[in-house]
């Protein structure tokens, strides 16, 4: 079973925990995994500049931060600031839900065990995101084109 929870310490964003409990039991199913715990919790920059500094040792905002917390298994705490992926949304000319749709599958990867530390794991985790991203927008089109239909 996969386990998705969603806190909103930052109520900004109209993002839904079912919409990312799809997103992230999707990335799993593809990643032919079948048990993971996974809690997400939508930030602000100044939670994640914290989180960061205490205990990554790094004192900037970022994006997403992902804490695994079994070696052997997946449970991780997955961070989302959700103030950068609306400069992020403005900057890659997407949709707010887009980015964060980016963020939760990147998160999501980050928990199973993808690493972007150097450029070639980096290459490889984003190929495998954008792919899915594509996937994920194409099943949100078909849905969207049925509810027309069906209205």
């Known amino acids: 079973m996969i386990a998705v929870d969603l806190t909103k310490a930052y109520k900004d964003i109209p993002f839904s925990g079912s919409a990312v409990k799809h997103i992230a039991q999707f990335v799993c199913k593809k990643e032919k995994i079948i048990h993971a715990e996974l809690s997400f919790v939508f930030v602000n920059d100044k939670t994640i500049r914290a989180i960061n500094k205490k205990y990554l040792h790094h004192d900037y905002v970022t994006d997403v931060i992902t804490f695994s917390f ?26 707010v839900k887009n980015e964060i749709t980016r963020l939760v599958v990147h998160g999501t990867l980050h928990a199973i065990g993808y690493t972007d530390t150097t450029m070639v794991a980096q290459k490889k985790m984003n190929l495998i995101q954008e792919r899915y991203i594509s996937e994920l927008s194409l099943q949100e089109k078909k849905k969207e084109k049925n509810a027309r239909k069906n209205s």
């Open 70 to 95: 079994e070696p052997k298994a997946i449970s991780a705490e997955i961070y989302i600031n959700t103030q950068q992926a609306k400069r992020q949304s403005k900057e890659n000319h997407v949709t």
